[in-house]
C-alpha cells in the first residue's frame, strides 16, 4: 500500500536544537568522572567512547529525518507532482541531500578522530582532540540551518495536505474561478470549504467524502485555472493540473454562462479545449451551473454553437445544476457516481481475478426443470378478509368484550382456547397439592403401565419374604443380664458425676471430713442400697455417740435397755460435767491425721518425703498448688460492664 | 404453586413459607427456614451435617435406589391436561406412597438388624467384668464371711481396740512428762 497521508513525520528541530540535543545526550549518557592519575587506556577510552557516541547520535537523529519524509520516487506520481508543485522537488532533494552529506561528513569526523586519540600521550590531548572533534561536528550541523528549517515548514505543510487516495472512486471539480466547484462539494458533501464571491478564494485541493450506493466517494475541490500555457501558471493553478493529470476519476468541468464569474463562455469553452488532452482517458462531464439565471437554451446561437463543440464526439456530456437553488444537484452527483461505477466494473471485468471468482459461482437448480412453488394451506387461502361493515364478519374477542360491558368490566377467559381431548375438561379444577406432594411431578402418560410394574415388584418381594420380620424374643437369662447391665451403667454413672463434682471443687475450701454433717440414716441408707445388712453397724454408731438431750436420751436408754454399761454413762449427767472433763472424754478425742494410715514412724517420714517430692515440681513450675487459694474478683469487670447485646449478665 | 424442597435440608417449603436466593447467575436457593439459610451462608455442606437429608442419604441411613422413588419428577415435557390421566394420577400417588413408606420400614428394619445381638453382648460382657457392683453379690459375700470367722473376728476386733487406746495413752504421759521436765 503506496503511503498517501505524511501526519506522523517527527518534527524537525533548528540546528541550534539539533546540536543541544545531541550533544546535552552525550553528556548525560556517557561517563563524566576522568583524572590525570589514570592510566593513560583508560583515558583514551574514555575520550573515544565520547566522540564515537556523538557521532552515533548525530547519525541517528540524521537517519531519522531522513527516513520520515517521503521518498519521491516510492510515491504515487500525482503526490509526486503534487509536491513537486507546492514545495519544490529539486529544493526538497537537495535539502534531503545535503543532510545525507553532512551525516556522511560526521561519520569521517569521527573516524579521523578516532585514530588520532588512539595515540594521544596525555588527558590534556585527549580532551583537546575530543573538543575539535566535536567542534568540527558542531560546524557541520551549523551549516544544516537553512536544510533544517525548509524541512520543519514542509513537514507542517505535509501534515495538512488533505488525504488524497489517487486509487479510490473520485469526483474531480474543475474549470475557471468563481464558477461555483466549491458550493458544489459543500452540496453534495460534510466538507467545510470556504465559499467566498471572488475568484481564487480556494487556493489548495479540498477532499470531500460521501456516500453513493453504500460506497465512500472522494470528492476533490481544485482551485480555479485561467487559461494560459503551463509554464505561465502559478502554483495554485498547477495543483488542479496535477489533480486532473494524475488521478483516475470522474472530470466535472464547470461552467458559468451567466458570466457572474467574470469571465465569458468563449473562455471557458476556450480552456476546455486547452486542458482537454489532460482528459484522455477519462469519464468527462461539462456541468453547467447556475441555471437559475441563464439556462444553455438562452443562450444566443453563437455561444450554443461553441459550447456544442465541447460535446463533439459523444464522449462528454453536458448537465445542468444550480447551486443556489439546489436544483439538479444530485442527478448530477448520481449520474457521475454511476457512469465511474460503471467503468471502474468493466475495469475490473478484465482482469483475471473477475474470471476466477466467475467460474467459482454455482446456481443450483432442481432436477429435470420442476418448479417448486410455495406451500399455502387451504385455510389461509379461502380465509376471507375482515371487514368490518360485513354483517357475516368473524366475531373478534374486541366484540365479545363490548358486549360483555365493555373494557375494566369483561375478564376474558383464556380456558375456552384450550385445546383437550374433550370439551367438558376445560374449566377442570386441578388438584396442585395432594398429600404433601406437587401432583404436577406425578403426571406422566405411562404411570399407568409404571404403576403396574411396581405393583408385579411388589408381589415378587412379598412372595420372596422381603418383608417378614423376624421377632427375636429375650429368655428369662438375657432379660436378668439386661436389668444388671442397667443398674451396673447406673452405679458407674453415679461414681463418674461423683468424681467429677469432686474436680469441680478445684482449690476451693473443703470442710473437712470430721466437720462434715453425716448422719446414721444416710449410712444406713447407702448401705442398703449396695445390699450390706446395716442394723448391726447402726447399733454400734448409736451406742458410741454422744448423748442427745434429755428427753431423746430417755427414750434411747429406754430402747437400748440391756446395755448396762452404756447406760451407766448415759445416766452420767453431761452437763454437770466440767469443760475439762468434756475435752477429754473418749468420744471426742481425734485421731492424729499425721500417724493416720501409716504403720509406723519410717513410713511416715517416707511418705512426707514422697510428698514433698511431688510438690517440688509444682513450685519449681509456679504451678497451682492443693495450698493455693484463688479468691477470684468479687465483680468481674467483664460481667458486669457494658450493654448486653448478646448472652445474659452472669455468662458472658 | 407447588411444594418445593429445602436447597439444604431437603424439608418440603410450602408457599408463601421461607426464604428464596437468587444467584447472579439466575440459580434460585429456596429454604425452608432462616437455619439453612444461615448454614447455607456460611458455606456449610450439607452432605456434612447430621440433621440434613444430603447427609443421610449420603450416609446409607435412608432409602436411596427404589422404584418408588422414580415416580416423583419434574419432567420437562409438558402434559396436555386429561381427566383420566389426573384421576388415574391421584390414585397411583395413594398407592406409591403407602409401598414406600412399607419398603422404607423394612429398610430401617434390615439397617437395625444386629443391633439387638450386639446389645445383648456388651450387656454380658459388662455384667461379667463388673459383678462386684451387683448389690446380692455383695451382701452375699458379707454373709459368707461373717459365717466363716465369726469368732475369730471378734477376737482381733477386741485387741484392735485394746491396743490403739494404749498406744495413745502412753504418747499423751510422754508429753505431760517432758513438760513436767521443762517447768523443773
Not at chain 1, 12 to 39: A, H, M, N, W, Y
Not at chain 1, 172 to 200: E, H, M, W
Amino acid at each position: 500500500m503506496v503511503q498517501t497521508t505524511w501526519k506522523a513525520i517527527a518534527p524537525v528541530p533548528t540546528s541550534q536544537e539539533f546540536l543541544d540535543i545531541v550533544l546535552s545526550r552525550t553528556t548525560r549518557k556517557t561517563p563524566t568522572v576522568i583524572r590525570s592519575g589514570f592510566k593513560i587506556s583508560r583515558i583514551r577510552a574514555f575520550y573515544l567512547r565520547k566522540v564515537k557516541f556523538t557521532q552515533d547520535t548525530f547519525t541517528e537523529k540524521l537517519q531519522a529525518i531522513l527516513d520520515g519524509f517521503p521518498k519521491l520516487q516510492d510515491i504515487h506520481p500525482f503526490h509526486k507532482d503534487l509536491m513537486n508543485t507546492l514545495y519544490d522537488a529539486d529544493h526538497f532533494r537537495i535539502a534531503l541531500g545535503q543532510l545525507s552529506t553532512a551525516k556522511h561528513l560526521i561519520e569521517q569526523v569521527c573516524r579521523d578522530y578516532v585514530r588520532l586519540i588512539k595515540y594521544a600521550q596525555s588527558l590534556f590531548q585527549c580532551k583537546q582532540l575530543k573538543r575539535a572533534a566535536l567542534g568540527r561536528m558542531a560546524t557541520i550541523t551549523r551549516r544544516l540551518k537553512d536544510p533544517l528549517l525548509y524541512l520543519e515548514q514542509v513537514r507542517q505543510h505535509l501534515g495538512r495536505l488533505p488525504g488524497i487516495d489517487p486509487n479510490t472512486r473520485t469526483l474531480l471539480i474543475c474549470g475557471y474561478p468563481n464558477v461555483g466547484k466549491s458550493s458544489f462539494l459543500r452540496s453534495i458533501t460534510r466538507a467545510d470549504v470556504d465559499v467566498q464571491p471572488y475568484a481564487f478564494t480556494t487556493k489548495s485541493l479540498f477532499v470531500g467524502h460521501f456516500d453513493y450506493k453504500y460506497l465512500r466517494f472522494q470528492a476533490i475541490d481544485t482551485p480555479g485555472i485561467l487559461d494560459h500555457p503551463l509554464e505561465e501558471m502559478n502554483t495554485i493553478e498547477m495543483q488542479s493540473i496535477t489533480a486532473i493529470a494524475h488521478l483516475k476519476s470522474v472530470i466535472l468541468y464547470f461552467m458559468d454562462l451567466s458570466e457572474q464569474c467574470g469571465y465569458s463562455v468563449a473562455a471557458q469553452v476556450q480552456l476546455f479545449h486547452s486542458i482537454k488532452p489532460l482528459f484522455a482517458n477519462k469519464i468527462v462531464f461539462v456541468v453547467v451551473n447556475k441555471i437559475d439565471v441563464v439556462k444553455p437554451e438562452d443562450l444566443d446561437e453563437e455561444s450554443q454553437k461553441l459550447i456544442q463543440t465541447m460535446l463533439q464526439g459523444g464522449e462528454v456530456e453536458m448537465l445542468q445544476l444550480s447551486c443556489h437553488t439546489e436544483q439538479g444537484i444530485s442527478e448530477v452527483k448520481n449520474k457521475a457516481c454511476e457512469r465511474l461505477l460503471a467503468a471502474r466494473v468493466e475495469q475490473k471485468l478484465k482482469t483475471n481475478r473477475a474470471t476466477d471468482i466467475l467460474n467459482r459461482i454455482h446456481v443450483a437448480q432442481p432436477i429435470g426443470g420442476v418448479t417448486r412453488e410455495a406451500f399455502i394451506p387451504d385455510a389461509v387461502k379461502e380465509r376471507t378478509k375482515y371487514d368490518v361493515n360485513d354483517p357475516n364478519r368473524r366475531k373478534l374477542e374486541k366484540d365479545i368484550e363490548a358486549e360483555e360491558g365493555g373494557a375494566g368490566v369483561y375478564n376474558i377467559n383464556l380456558k375456552k382456547n384450550y385445546m383437550l381431548d374433550n370439551e367438558e375438561w376445560k374449566f377442570d379444577k386441578v388438584p396442585e397439592i395432594f398429600d404433601g406432594k406437587n401432583v404436577y411431578d406425578f403426571i406422566d402418560p405411562d404411570i399407568e403401565s409404571k404403576l403396574a410394574a411396581l405393583e408385579a415388584e411388589e408381589e415378587r418381594l412379598e412372595a420372596e419374604g422381603f418383608y417378614d420380620e423376624e421377632e427375636s424374643i429375650e429368655d428369662d437369662d438375657e432379660a436378668d443380664i439386661r436389668v444388671k447391665a442397667e443398674f451396673i451403667r447406673e452405679q458407674k454413672q453415679l461414681i463418674r458425676n461423683a468424681a467429677r463434682s469432686k474436680k469441680a471443687l478445684k482449690n476451693r475450701a473443703v470442710i473437712p471430713r470430721q466437720k462434715m454433717p453425716k448422719n446414721i440414716s444416710e449410712m444406713k441408707n447407702s448401705l442398703e442400697k449396695i445390699g450390706l445388712d446395716a442394723s448391726t453397724v447402726v447399733d454400734r454408731a448409736r451406742s458410741k455417740s454422744r448423748g442427745r438431750s434429755v428427753a431423746n436420751r430417755s427414750r434411747a436408754t429406754s430402747e437400748m435397755g440391756g446395755d448396762a454399761e452404756m447406760r451407766d454413762i448415759s445416766m452420767h449427767d453431761i452437763s454437770q460435767m466440767t469443760l475439762k472433763e468434756r475435752a477429754k472424754s473418749r468420744v471426742r478425742s481425734q485421731s492424729n491425721r499425721r500417724e493416720d494410715g501409716v504403720t509406723n514412724e519410717g513410713a511416715r517420714t517416707k511418705a512426707e518425703k514422697i510428698a514433698k517430692l511431688n510438690q517440688k515440681k509444682m513450685n519449681r513450675m509456679a504451678r497451682q498448688g492443693e495450698a493455693d487459694r484463688h479468691v477470684s474478683a468479687a465483680l468481674p469487670k467483664h460481667l458486669f460492664s457494658g450493654k448486653r447485646t448478646i448472652g445474659k449478665t452472669n455468662r458472658r | 404453586m407447588r411444594i418445593e424442597t429445602c436447597y439444604f435440608c431437603s424439608h418440603p417449603v410450602y408457599p408463601s413459607k421461607g426464604i428464596t436466593f437468587v444467584r447472579n447467575d439466575a440459580k434460585a436457593f429456596r429454604f425452608c427456614r432462616s437455619k439453612c439459610h444461615k448454614n447455607f451462608k456460611m458455606k456449610r455442606n450439607p452432605r456434612k451435617l447430621k440433621w440434613t437429608k444430603a447427609f443421610r442419604k449420603s450416609a446409607n441411613k435412608e432409602m436411596v435406589v427404589d422404584s418408588t422413588l422414580s415416580f416423583a419428577a419434574r419432567r420437562n415435557v409438558p402434559t396436555r391436561y386429561s381427566r383420566d390421566l389426573v384421576a388415574t394420577t391421584l390414585k397411583a400417588m395413594q398407592r406409591v406412597t403407602e409401598i414406600q413408606t412399607k419398603r422404607e420400614r423394612a429398610f430401617y428394619k434390615q439397617r437395625m438388624t444386629g443391633n439387638t445381638a450386639n446389645r445383648r453382648a456388651a450387656d454380658r460382657k459388662l455384667v461379667e467384668e463388673n459383678q462386684h457392683m451387683l448389690p446380692e453379690v455383695r451382701a452375699r459375700l458379707q454373709q459368707t464371711e461373717a459365717e466363716l470367722s465369726d469368732a475369730e473376728e471378734t477376737m482381733q476386733e477386741e485387741a484392735i481396740a485394746v491396743a490403739i487406746p494404749a498406744r495413745q495413752r502412753q504418747a499423751k504421759r510422754q508429753v505431760q512428762a517432758g513438760d513436767a521436765m521443762d517447768i523443773e
